[in-house]
């Protein structure tokens, strides 16, 4: 049986002078545009839809796939990086909303999968600088769902590579005890404060209570989005998260689901890089 997977990905490029996120910055363009292409490559990638290259018959073989993966692209007017053959692609489609706060643009993303709740099993948010390589991503995603149930929500770790780091990879959703932060562990779920174990190929994954739920991306089931459909938040624009952009990807999550990330010493289970080193490259003391 396969499982149908709806990835939306919220993504803005304007040019600003003296912008001040990535997204307005001119000299951020190319850089924004290759993290995008990879962005979406790393989503795609997952899907078990692939092909073999048979060199002596001279053919691609196509492998059958028990999941597939389909995108939505959200963009403001014409504020945005997408190469034209992206739009191309049958399963990537491109969907415009017009705000006068582009900011809010990542909300718009609860609204698709609002609209396609009937038409996939599952369905991801994810920023646009985001990039996963773990082939099992969703199947791991998809075994501590079954295991644990739709009380919880697993969240993948962030991690940034940089050589010109100390440390080539640095996981960077650490805790934070700004009130903004502090804020939002109040109004988390109270379900599953304790650690969830599972026994993953004769080893002990460890879940924590995340203190820090952001990811810049998340992922639920089809049941688990009627749900959070059915309060009374849903389709708000509720920005007290640190930002529109972090309270579109965390905030709706942690009112409705606890949310899970594997703990420090297993952090790779599920992780996601963040195509970036800003954070790594943040001048803290080393303990």
């Known amino acids: 049986m396969q499982t149908r997977i709806l990835v939306v990905i919220a993504h803005f490029f304007k040019e ?10 001119g000299d951020k363009k190319s ?11 790393g989503w795609l990638s997952l899907s078990k839809s692939r092909r073999h290259l048979d060199v002596y018959e001279e053919c691609f073989i196509n492998i ?7 995108i939505v692209i959200i963009k403001n007017d014409n504020n945005h990086l ?24 990542p909300f718009a993303a609860h609204l698709v999968m609002k609209n396609n709740i009937e038409k996939y099993d599952w ?19 998809i075994l501590f769902n079954s295991k644990f149930g739709n009380k ?18 640095t996981y960077v959703d650490g805790f934070n005890q700004t009130p ?10 109270s379900v599953g404060s304790k650690p969830l174990l599972l026994n993953f190929n004769d080893r002990g994954i460890k879940f924590e209570r995340a203190k820090n739920p952001h990811s810049g991306c998340f992922l ?22 640190v930002s529109p952009l972090e309270s579109a990807a965390t905030l709706g999550i942690v009112k409705t689901f606890a949310a899970m990330k594997p703990s420090p010493e297993n952090a790779e289970w599920l992780e996601i890089q963040h195509l970036d080193y800003k954070f790594s490259r943040m001048k803290f003391s080393i303990v």
Do not use: C, H
């Open 152 to 169: 919880f929500v697993l969240m993948p770790n962030r991690f940034e590579l940089d050589l010109q780091s100390p440390v080539a990879k």
């Open 16 to 25: 600003e002078q003296n912008g001040k996120y990535s997204s307005t910055r």
């Open 123 to 141: 369905f991801a948010y994810s920023e646009d600088d985001l990039q996963v390589s773990d082939p099992y991503f969703f199947d791991k995603a």
């Open 180 to 189: 903004e932060f502090v804020k939002v562990l109040e109004r988390m779920n």
């Open 220 to 241: 639920i089931n089809s049941t688990q989005l009627k749900n959070w459909v059915g309060k009374s938040y849903f389709g708000n624009t509720d920005a007290s998260f």
């Open 31 to 41: 850089e924004r545009q290759t993290a995008l292409i990879q962005t979406i490559l």
């Open 64 to 70: 059958p796939n028990d999941i597939n993966v389909d």
């Open 82 to 105: 997408i190469p034209s053959y992206v739009t191309g692609r049958g399963n990537i489609k491109i969907t415009q909303v017009n705000l006068e706060n582009t900011r809010y643009l």
